[in-house]
């Protein structure tokens, strides 16, 4: 286990995983697990500033979650780089994330949770589905993308996966402690967020008050957790 991730983060945008699970991640980063970040889309359509070309966009955003990556004590990031807005629930898209779960070998792989109700950008929704397919069964499977194993990518089995976003919470994440670090984070998506503005910092705030709701600590992260049974 030494060698391998603990947490593997599949975000579909870059500054998804600052807004999902940074406090956790930078938690587990203090304790001395590794995380990977996989980002599966260049987000190359995330702006309303008509100055900025999609190419340069994308290289910003790509610079701004590894400054975020970095901040946070992750080991490795990931891009796909599949076009913004353009994720599709197929073989392409389900090998790129099995290729990556083989590659890291992580006890847990995070990501959005694909049953949220009613609006869900769409990207957030075929990441989940999908995520959680690449895990069972295609990466578990050794005659699931074959050519994989000459690669040397043999079969994985990750033992959790944990939904954010999830209108069934089972899971809360004590990140009292590593809150501030979350909003540096986010502070390095400038062209997303800016510097966090006082209102979306109060907002953040009380989201994570809420998803500590009947727990000893102040403030937290909440997911959907799927122990896996093989």
Sequence with gaps: ?????????????????EFAIAG????????GKKVVYVVCTNGDKGTSDRSLTAEKLMKIRQKEQKAAAKLLGVSKVVFLGFPDQGLEDNHEFRKALVRVIRQYKPFVVATSDPYRKYMWHRDHR??????????????????????????????HKAMEMWFWASDDINLRMDVTGTF???LAALRCHKSQ??????EMEARLREWAKLNAEGQSYELGEAFHRVEMRY
């Design 126 to 155: 075929i990441t989940g589905q999908v995520a959680a397919d690449a895990v069972f069964p295609y990466a578990r499977d050794h005659l699931a993308y074959p050519d994989l194993l000459a690669e040397g990518l043999e079969p």
């Design 1 to 17: 286990m030494s060698d391998d991730y603990y947490l593997m983060v599949i975000a579909p945008h870059p500054d998804d995983p």
């Design 193 to 198: 967020v800016g510097d966090v503005p006082p």
């Design 180 to 182: 501030t670090t979350k």
């Design 24 to 31: 956790t991640v930078a938690r587990l980063a203090q304790e």
